[in-house]
Nanobody, 122 residues
Framework: QLQLAESGGDSVQAGGSLTLTCAAS????????MGWFRQAPGKGREGVAA???????DYADSVKGRFTIFKDNAKNTLTLQMNSLMPEDTAMYYC????????????????WGQGTQVTVSS
């Protein structure tokens, strides 16, 4: 079992930055694939970034070069550094975990946090 809790969401102006943090509790955190997802009002859930256990990282094309995902196995945290934010980044952001074989931006995730809201105004 893994419990996830996101924090760091806020309202910012376009061009600004935010850092989202996901705190995980439970055993064997280091063996999980971790990901950040987002869902805007009226839209489907979108994979933003995925961190594989071997260190491989996938980013959605829409955030490449602007967002950075980092997994700290010693602290059981997953962060998402978001720079050059745009209004289209406005969404509820979720942290999720799954087993390595189901990893990826479109993978099947087993554990989810409650989400943290990011709002970017123009």
């Amino acid at each position: 079992q893994l419990q996830l809790a996101e924090s760091g969401g806020d309202s910012v102006q376009a061009g600004g930055s935010l850092t989202l943090t996901c705190a995980a509790s439970g055993s064997t955190y280091g063996s999980y694939c971790m990901g950040w997802f987002r869902q805007a009002p009226g839209k489907g859930r979108e994979g933003v970034a995925a961190f594989y256990p071997d260190g491989h990282i996938d980013y959605a094309d829409s955030v490449k070069g602007r967002f950075t995902i980092f997994k700290d196995n010693a602290k059981n945290t997953l962060t998402l550094q978001m720079n050059s934010l745009m209004p289209e980044d406005t969404a509820m952001y979720y942290c999720a975990a799954t087993f390595p074989l189901r990893c990826g931006l479109e993978g099947s995730y087993d554990y989810w946090g409650q989400g943290t809201q990011v709002t970017v105004s123009s």
